[in-house]
């Protein structure tokens, strides 16, 4: 942070980006749309070219031949292969959202061409990915084929040895790759580090992603054989709804085919014709067409509490299930499992902080750990931390056999990386994750060396320099400019997510008035400028902030704001209201 960078209220920089004002001028021109709707599409990485795909991504014109990706031929005549001859198929999941539904698109697939894949989604305490339990239980039910999916990239030991003992494997996935790949019959994964990268967004799809586009090839084969000749094709697009669920929650970058995928799925999904999708947004009483917000902040976390403190296997069994009865019974028990979960993150992320504020940090990140902590929610507690901070996070749960770990990085700290180098040298014992989240596993022992070495990779990249989090502003409009229609244009820019951030808008020269206190800790006010012009505003979470005190005490003073335009529906009416995030004080 430079010395002549003045923070807001809120501690942060506000940054406005440059972008090319002849490249904005050209898009503006040629798709009709206002200047700040194409200087958005600029700060996007969105050009001339691009625009129209990114407005308005279609699968037809994003999605690639997927024989492009490495070994895809292969592993989808073997899969067509072992549907034709009604061979056994085994799969092996994870236990978060994009395990749940990437294990789910299978099943529902396997299911329309006349196979039960037996299934195995691993316990937190079994570990992440393949293990000698799946395989003892493979062979004992005479499995044909074994399909890992979001899972297996790295696991060499569990793998090579079940190929030696007789295993047909194929691995799908999206983590971070090594050199060398384990000795199985097909590795799916737009990681591979000799992939050709024709498409590079294909890397950035989730296991769900990748597991869709293996699921095209498999029915091209099937198709090219004559499989459907007398039965029906399965309904791939109908599969869509959880290929959106996953890709939002995995938090990957929603940019070339990603945003078909989510902006295609939620199509699919405000149909409810997923059984188990439908009782649990009828839960939690969704009313309205889902969004991406939805998604992540509503329907992801309750899949994901079934697999830190209830049963891992239970999210693919309510996203595979047929039955209202079935469905209705597992929905009511996710959300009570989502209760549960926060209450033990509650707890974990209390004595998170005491460690981080009551010692002197030696390095610029958030390195804790606890004999109790629920491995289960280390993952939430390390990203809490990360916002707390804005420093790298890692969060460990000290098991009897080993330590679990779980960490979320801040731009500039690539984790997957990280751990990779971090296992090269022997300090984990074993890990895996993307450039922003990670998950590790090592022994108490090991603490100290692990934290000595992430501490000087995190210094050598980011230098000791204090880091102060930078908001990029995307626009600044009046005002009288914030309406019903600004806010229905940006609506072409969602679905919103990891590199697509909401757009974050800036209004000059406004007063708080009659600010108060509302539901947990919000602040309600009106935005004016004294002229007349006035909308309604809120700013989440904020009573006991900077910029909630500064709104609960302002009298006439004039601010600088930034935040969100949202338009909901109350009464039939449409309302625009400006979600506060941070307050600049004018001089």
Known sequence: MSENQTLSLGGNIWN????????????????????????????????????????????????????????????AERIAEAIMKSQKIAIIGDYDVDGATSTSILTRFFRQVGIVPQIHIPSREEGYGPSELAFDEFKKSKIDLVITIDCGTTAFDVLNKASSDGFEIIVIDHHEAEVILPNVYAVVNPKRLDEENDYP?????????????????????????????????????????????????????????????????????????????????????????????????????????????????????????????????LAEK?????????????????????????????????????????????????????????????VMSIEPDEVKGSARSISGIDLGALIIAAKEKQLIIGGGGHTMAAGFSLTEEQIPQFKKFVGEYILEKLGDEKIAPVLNVDCVMSLSGINEQFADNLGVLEPYGTGNPEPLVMVRNVMISWPQIVGNGHIKCS????????????????????????????????????????????????????????????N
């Open 334 to 394: 996710f959300n009570q499992f989502n209760i549960e979960r926060k209450e033990i993150e509650n707890y974990v992320l209390l004595q998170a902080i005491e460690q981080v504020e009551g010692a002197p940090q030696e390095y610029p990140m958030a390195f804790v750990y606890g004999n109790d902590w629920h491995q289960g929610v280390i993952g939430i507690v390390a990203g809490k931390l990360r916002e707390r901070y804005n420093v790298p996070s890692f």
């Open 201 to 329: 967004y294909l890397q950035y799809m989730s296991a769900v992603g990748v597991g869709f586009m293996t699921l095209v090839a498999v029915n091209r084969v099937l198709r090219e054989k004559g499989f459907y000749k007398d039965r029906q094709e399965p309904d791939l697009l109908g599969l869509l709804d959880l290929v959106a669920l996953g890709t939002v929650c995995d938090v990957v970058p929603l940019i070339g085919l990603n945003r078909a995928y989510v902006k295609q799925g939620l199509k699919v999904m405000a149909k409810m014709k997923n059984t188990g999708l439908k009782h649990l947004m009828q839960v939690l009483n969704m009313n309205e067409p889902p969004s991406a917000y939805h998604l992540g902040f509503m329907l992801g976390p309750r899949i994901n509490a079934c697999g830190r403190v209830g049963d891992a296997s239970l999210g693919s069994k309510l996203l595979c299930s047929e039955d209202d009865n079935e469905a209705q019974i």
């Open 16 to 75: 406005f980006p440059l972008i090319d004002d002849a490249e904005c001028e050209r898009i503006a021109e040629r798709y009709d749309i206002p200047q700040y709707l194409s200087r958005m599409l600029c700060l996007r990485g969105v050009d001339i070219v691009s625009a129209e795909s990114f407005m308005h991504p279609k699968l037809q014109t994003l999605m690639p031949d997927p024989y492009v990706l490495k070994d895809m031929r292969k592993a």
């Open 527 to 586: 935005l004016t400028t004294g002229l007349g012009t006035k909308i309604p505003a809120i700013a989440f979470r904020a009573s006991d902030s900077a910029v909630g005190n500064a709104m609960l005490q302002s009298k006439g003073e004039l601010y600088d704001a930034v935040g969100y335009v949202k338009c909901d529906s109350w009464n039939g009416r449409k309302r625009v209201q400006f979600i506060i995030n941070d307050l600049m004080r004018k």
